[in-house]
């Protein structure tokens, strides 16, 4: 393999070795996800695995009807978040999520920029189009998909032209002659659009003169064509092999259609790790963490993602194509909608079966129960596919996996070359590029 297929990594910082039943653990720290200190240290142990990036999800809503169990999404904001561990580390990216549906382009193109030059040049922009949340912004309904990716592709131009509008070069600061910077560099960018009206110029420069990496969530066909024409990479659900190759596939094509290169679009997927000593005590520890999780709620994600009631069905029932009703033409995630329906079609899994699935349980991502060593070969079968570019770590069930993954997983994949042995640059950008 050479150096430039080496995969890239992300680690979530949204902790889910705590989800399900894990946080109950004597050693989970649960006490501190509202604080820093539990944050760094995940920053400084994924630095030290010299890892691309740490990552936060987002959302701007609260599920309290899940707070009984666990603490859901309840969380820090991300930019702030990040912005205190920028203090703490010096080489990792810091991956902000922000939603275009909500907030207006200035305040984040500043925030951002912001984040860059408190980070040297490693602040990074996870572009979400949001599930939820109209609410509290003073929307009755969300968005249809169409109309929240119309805005996306929109916001994220005027970001970007905010960030160019003040560029580094302009800034002299020449003590000797008085001069500090050069106005006539800085220029508005006289935004008229559809949803936004922006003059600009962005009351920040750009931190040096390399791009902050754009990273784009959701893989519906709109989905698709936004990450293909403008971000580094996309932060997948793709929980089996082909799913994550034909995604890839299309992705590089609508790249070039966009008159980028294929290379210029990476394929991250979410990777879900249970791992431990031995088969059997990963399976062990899967199952522990999600012996609690409600049937009756597992059931009712089914119906909201495929509008089939699987109420009163028995577990040994087979779950078939035939079963599904047409597709609902509402679902909060068209991804996620059609990887269940996918799986339903090509596998038609006993009810007890599909309730276990990552479809089902978790957020559709590519799951891993097994040893060091078995994730490894798995891992490296789906780069050698040609699968993915890299993934982004949210390992399950203990803080003993979260460490396995960092200080042995990730060392076992630089030792066979599949990764990097030491960071060769100083930004973001530098280490998805190189
Ligand atoms: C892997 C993945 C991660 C996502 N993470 C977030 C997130 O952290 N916050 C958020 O508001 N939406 C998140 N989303 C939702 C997407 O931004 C998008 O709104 C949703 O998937 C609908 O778009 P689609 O029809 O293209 O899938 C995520 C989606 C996917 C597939």
């Avoid at 946080?23 to 994924?46: H, L, M, N």
């Avoid at 293909?228 to 299309?250: G, V």
């Avoid at 996620?336 to 349980?361: N, Q, T």
């Avoid at 994730?375 to 399950?396: K, L, N, S, Y």
Wanted: with cysteine; glycine share 8%.
């Amino acid at each position: 393999m050479t150096k430039r297929n080496k995969l890239h990594i992300g680690m979530s910082l949204a902790p889910t070795w705590l989800n399900g039943d894990a946080w109950r653990r004597p050693d989970s720290d649960i006490e501190g996800i509202f604080g820093t200190d539990f944050y760094v240290d995940i920053a400084k142990r994924s630095e030290a695995a010299k890892l691309d990036f740490v990552f936060r999800p987002d959302s701007l809503f609260l599920n309290a009807a899940v707070l009984e169990d666990g603490p859901g999404f309840s969380a820090l904001d991300p930019t702030i978040l990040l912005a205190a561990i920028a203090r703490e580390t010096s080489r990792i990216g810091l991956l902000s999520t922000v939603s275009t549906t909500f907030y207006p382009p200035y305040v984040i193109a500043r925030q951002i920029q912001s984040l860059n030059w408190i980070s040297n040049g490693r602040a990074g922009w996870n572009i979400v189009t949001a599930l939820d949340g109209n609410e509290n912004f003073g929307l009755p309904a969300m968005p249809s998909p169409q109309e929240r990716y119309d805005r996306a592709a929109e916001f994220a131009g005027v970001v970007r032209r905010l960030w160019d509008s003040y560029p580094n070069e302009a800034l002299r600061v020449d003590r000797a002659s008085g001069r500090y910077a050069d106005p006539s560099l800085i220029r508005p960018i006289d935004h008229e659009g559809p949803h936004f009206s922006v003059k600009g110029p962005l009351n920040l420069p750009a931190c040096g003169r390399t791009r902050i990496p754009l990273i784009q969530a959701g893989a519906s066909p709109a989905g698709r064509n936004f990450a293909a024409s403008i971000a580094d990479a996309i932060f997948a659900s793709t929980p089996d092999r082909d799913a994550a190759t034909e995604l890839r596939k299309d992705l590089r094509e609508r790249a070039v259609g966009h008159g980028r290169k294929a290379d210029d679009i990476r394929v991250l997927p979410g990777l879900s790790l249970y791992l431990a000593g031995s088969r059997e005590e990963a399976r062990d520890l899967f199952a522990e963490t999600h012996a609690r999780v409600d049937r009756a709620r597992k059931i009712t994600s089914i119906r909201d993602m495929t509008g089939l009631d699987l109420t009163e069905w028995e577990d040994d029932r087979a779950v078939t194509g035939a079963d599904l009703p047409e597709p609902p033409q509402k679902v909060r995630s068209r991804t996620h909608s059609d990887l269940l329906r996918r799986l339903i079609l090509r596998e038609e899994p006993r009810l007890a079966d599909l309730l276990m699935r990552p479809e089902v349980i978790g957020s559709a991502h590519w799951q891993l129960i097994g040893t060091v060593d078995d994730a490894v070969a798995e891992i490296r079968a789906w780069a050698e596919a040609g699968a993915m570019d890299g993934f982004i770590a949210v390992p399950g069930g203990s803080v003993d996996c979260m460490r396995l993954v960092l200080e042995q997983l990730v060392p076992a994949l630089a030792e066979e070359g599949l990764f990097r042995q030491d960071y060769a640059g100083t930004t973001f950008l530098d280490h998805l590029t190189e």
